[in-house]
């Protein structure tokens, strides 16, 4: 097969629509910025806490200082979206911690740690989605996108907290999306497996290094932030119109791989 021949790759087309990601600083949702700027968008808000990370931010972004576990801080970040650009077209519920100290079997878990995924990681989603529900029902459309993760599908040792709370964000979109798909709003969520961030960069000794968690891939590699931003640009675009409610592993192939199809690595060929 001719290595060279063009794979071909789909371009969406998001101008005139208005985009906000939160946690869009660092890592997926930096991503998921610059492939909402690339794709011509009228307007893309990015809501983070991280103020030293803004100038990392592709130019057309607008930065608002955020905590998205404060629920009045969320009302205000998505007011003020709506008055400077008149809509919310698409919503990424993206920014999530996984602190080193939440790696713990769970009756070793310290309540701050808990509380404090339990406020960014599933209220965090939450507040952001009421408040931009409100403006998409006004709009009669609008796209909601969960970043959730492959660990809230199944176990791990060590995400006692962690992965039922990124479970929670696959049925919010379950429930969010059957609740609202009358209202021209679909809503979704999308799981990756290890994708290289700084999260995961910050996690990766712990688990045994970059090559024993790439290969449990059977790609063979961990994912780039660009591949889950492609997959966010489509489930938010009209080619997936009749997408909601449901969601969409971005992992290689991990989710489908049986812990028995051991041993690793997987063959190269
Ligand atoms: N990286 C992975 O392999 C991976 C795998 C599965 C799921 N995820 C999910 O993807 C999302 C992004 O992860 P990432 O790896 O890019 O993380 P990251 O740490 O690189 O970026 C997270 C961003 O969220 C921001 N943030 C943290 N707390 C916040 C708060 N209270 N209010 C506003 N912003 C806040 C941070 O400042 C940062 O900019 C998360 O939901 C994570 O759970 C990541």
Redesign the pocket.
């Known amino acids: 097969m001719n290595q060279n021949r063009p794979r071909g790759s789909v371009r969406y087309d998001n101008s005139g629509r208005i985009a906000i990601v939160?946690?869009g600083?660092?890592?997926?949702?930096l991503a998921i910025c610059e492939a909402f700027v690339r794709t011509n968008a009228a307007g893309v808000v990015c809501?983070?806490?991280?103020e030293d990370?803004v100038g990392d931010l592709p130019e057309g972004v607008e930065f608002i200082r955020?905590?998205?576990?404060q629920d009045e801080q969320c009302r205000e970040a998505i007011a003020w979206s709506v008055d400077r650009f008149g809509a919310v077209d698409v919503l990424v519920n993206?920014?999530?911690?996984?602190p080193q100290d939440s790696y713990v079997p769970l009756h070793q878990l310290p309540v701050d740690v808990w509380n404090r995924l339990i406020a960014?990681?599933f209220s965090?989603y939450t507040f952001l989605a009421k408040f931009a529900l409100q403006q998409m029902q006004q709009q009669h459309s609008g796209v909601v996108v969960n970043?959730?993760?492959?660990?809230g599908h199944r176990t791990a040792r060590q995400v006692g907290a962690y992965g039922p709370i990124?479970a929670g964000n696959i049925m919010q979109a379950r429930q969010w999306g059957i609740e609202y798909a009358r209202d021209g709003i679909r809503v979704v969520s999308v799981s990756?497996?290890?994708?290289d961030?700084?999260?995961?960069r910050a996690s990766l000794s712990q688990q045994g290094g970059e090559a024993v968690i790439a290969n449990r891939h059977p790609i063979g590699r961990l994912g780039r932030?660009e591949e889950v931003a492609n997959a966010v640009l489509w489930l938010s675009s009209e080619d997936a119109a009749f997408i909601t409610g449901t969601d969409l592993e971005v992992d290689g192939g991990l989710g489908a791989f049986a812990a028995f199809a051991n041993p690793y690595p997987m063959p190269n060929r």
């Not at 600083?25 to 949702?29: A, E, L, N, V, Y």
């Not at 990756?192 to 994708?195: D, T």
């Not at 961030?197 to 995961?200: C, D, I, L, R, S």
């Open positions: 939160s946690g600083c660092s890592g997926i949702g809501l983070d806490i991280a990370r955020c905590d998205t576990s993206n920014a999530a911690i996984q960014i990681n965090g970043i959730a993760s492959g660990q990124k990756p497996g290890a994708i961030t700084p999260m995961v932030p």
